[in-house]
């Protein structure tokens, strides 16, 4: 009989997610601790921390403690296979960017590799979005494009440490800067205010994308435009118990990712806690000429937000002394836990442990 | 009962400042005024709690979501780089981040320059960008003794009249980058109080716009 109360937040997480990746028939990758290093280093930018935990195996290759989840999936995935939908729950091994040492942090997440048409994208968003509701009922998806971004960076005629510039102030909603940093390398005016329009938007679909798409026509793929703002609004109107939201401050390494890039948050869990995209850029530096998107959840950032009732150590304490019978005592322990509780019998009772009941158990089996 | 906002404002005199700012854009705190040692306030009505932070912290409560919203100097954004959203610039505390040195100093591109900072990733990226050999020597305070006693070529620091570096015979050769305190928010918190800080944000932004 499976007690799921038992299991951290976390884990009963991991424990939904898989549930309902499966649901949508994506199959678990199993996949090894170690990767070649070799992998990393040719796509070092796709990583979100280059500090990699390497060591020599047996045959003198150099192998890392995966960073990252993502590459392998691809690596190891088949050109020929029309769609290959996985979902993963690994340890991955980063260095954590504010104590500087390396964590083990626990990530869930899917990849839908291959022949990848308008429905997978809907389907891998939407996954996303019940992902987020699955974890909390406060929840909202932010969705940009790097297609439309991009269009509009590059109507501004910028060079390329310009827009590596424009592309930080973006992501941190910059605008005072952004705007300056435009300014001063020559970019017109009206492309400028169109740029900070963008960035500054932020809200459901239905409220954002009709008075944005038209100020947007000018400059970007109208079939580009039309896709993103349809898919938005479906999902608007599709996903319960998630809030979706357009966003176009999230961006990801251009090198990588193109078309639709997506971030998750919970109310209460100060970082985003899921990131995905199309990462179409990836797979084509891996020689590959089908596409992909992807998303994962990082575990680790729900450990305080969805722990237990950590209160007490234990429901019930069972104090016992020397004369108690090992039978009878077992027996009344198993009794007493029967309904889910977490009894603990003891001989003599620890100074700071805290529970909910005291029971003593006597000699003859009484309590 | 009413979801707080939870902002984050430096201690000091800057601090006061931006609070007055606050206050006029119409989200107030009446008990910050009393004349106690307090560091936490709040505007229950209105859903306000504020709290005074050591300036160089503020961008960690911001980060960490314990703030919601708060104002940093960039000096400090840019040193310690924060995943937060950086959403004004509130035209307070202007200074300016730049590379000073000993009025006798003549620059040796030959040579590794030796550079004394507290900011050492902003002297770092200021030197790669010009492809400078550097050897930074991070230090914590008192920056402007270490080109005089030879632990350094250079320092780079904050200006703000420049008269401590005149009293140490040092002279500015370079600005880095101009300073001013920013308003920043936690990019969760940003999204489930989006109403009430965009409305911060406007008020804010109203009364820098009518400055300048």
């Known amino acids: 009989m499976t007690n799921v109360s038992v299991l951290r937040g976390d884990e009963r997480a991991a424990l939904a997610l898989r549930a309902l990746y499966s649901r949508y028939g994506y199959t678990q990758y199993k996949m090894n601790k170690f990767e070649e290093y070799d992998l990393y280093v040719r796509n070092k930018d796709f990583l979100i921390s280059d500090n990699i935990i390497t060591f020599t195996d047996t045959g003198g290759k150099l192998m890392a403690l995966k960073p990252d989840v993502t590459l392998s999936i691809v690596k190891n995935s088949r050109l020929d296979a029309g769609v290959e939908k996985v979902y993963y729950q690994e340890n991955v091994y980063r260095i954590s960017d504010r104590s500087g040492s390396f964590r083990e942090i626990m990530q869930v997440g899917l990849e839908c590799i291959g022949q990848v048409d308008r429905y997978c994208i809907f389907e891998v968003l939407q996954l996303a979005a019940k992902s987020l509701a699955a974890i909390s009922a406060d929840t909202v998806l932010d969705i940009s494009h790097l297609g439309i971004v991009s269009a509009v960076l590059d109507a501004l005629a910028v060079d390329g440490t310009t827009r590596s510039a424009l592309l930080r102030c973006i992501g941190e909603k910059n605008l005072h800067e952004m705007t300056t940093i435009a300014a001063n390398a020559g970019a017109d005016a009206d492309r400028i205010a169109l740029l900070a329009r963008l960035v500054a938007a932020s809200g459901k679909p239905s409220d954002i994308l009709p008075t944005l798409v038209p100020a947007l026509s000018s400059l970007v793929d109208s079939a580009m435009l039309q896709d993103f703002a349809a898919l938005a609004q479906s999902l608007e109107e599709s996903v319960q118990g998630c809030t979706v939201h357009i966003d176009f401050s999230v961006v990801s390494d251009m090198g990588y990712y193109n078309g639709i890039v997506f971030k998750g948050f919970v109310a209460g869990v100060p970082a985003g806690l899921l990131s995905g995209g199309e990462y179409n850029g990836l797979m084509k530096k891996m020689g590959r000429t089908d596409r992909a998107i992807g998303f994962a959840v990082y575990l680790d950032a729900l450990e305080r937000h969805l722990e237990s009732d950590l209160s007490f150590d234990v429901d019930t304490v069972v104090l016992y002394d020397d004369s108690a019978d090992p039978a009878a005592l077992a027996a009344f322990v198993e009794a007493e836990s029967a309904d889910g509780k977490a009894v603990l019998a003891l001989g003599a009772l620890p100074e700071k442990l805290r529970y909910r009941t005291l029971r003593k158990f006597d000699g003859r089996g009484n309590a | ?212």
């Open chain 2, 1 to 212: 009962m009413k979801q707080m906002l939870n902002i984050a404002l430096p201690k000091g005199r800057l601090g006061e400042k931006v609070y007055a700012m606050f206050e006029k854009a119409g989200f107030p705190c009446p008990a910050i005024h009393e004349d106690n040692r307090k560091l936490i306030f709040e505007n229950e009505e209105l859903g306000l709690r504020f709290f005074w932070a050591k300036p160089s912290d503020v961008p960690i409560y911001v980060e960490r979501g314990v703030a919601d919203i708060g104002v940093a100097g960039k000096d400090i954004l840019l040193e310690y780089r924060p995943d937060v959203y950086e959403l004004l610039d509130l035209d307070l505390g202007k200074c300016r981040m730049a590379v000073a040195a000993p009025k006798s100093f003549h620059d040796d591109p030959r040579r590794t320059l030796r550079v004394a900072t507290k900011f050492s990733r902003i002297a770092a990226n200021y030197y790669a960008a010009q492809g400078r050999e550097i050897d930074i020597i991070h230090l914590n305070g008192s920056i402007e003794i270490a080109p005089i006693i030879g632990l350094s070529d250079v320092i780079v620091d904050i200006v703000e009249t420049g008269t401590t570096l005149k009293e140490n015979d040092l002279e500015v050769i370079a600005t880095v980058v101009p300073i001013s305190a920013r308003l920043i928010a936690n990019k969760s918190g940003y999204k489930f109080k989006n109403e009430t800080i965009e409305e911060i944000v406007r008020g804010i932004a109203a009364q820098i716009n009518a400055k300048s």
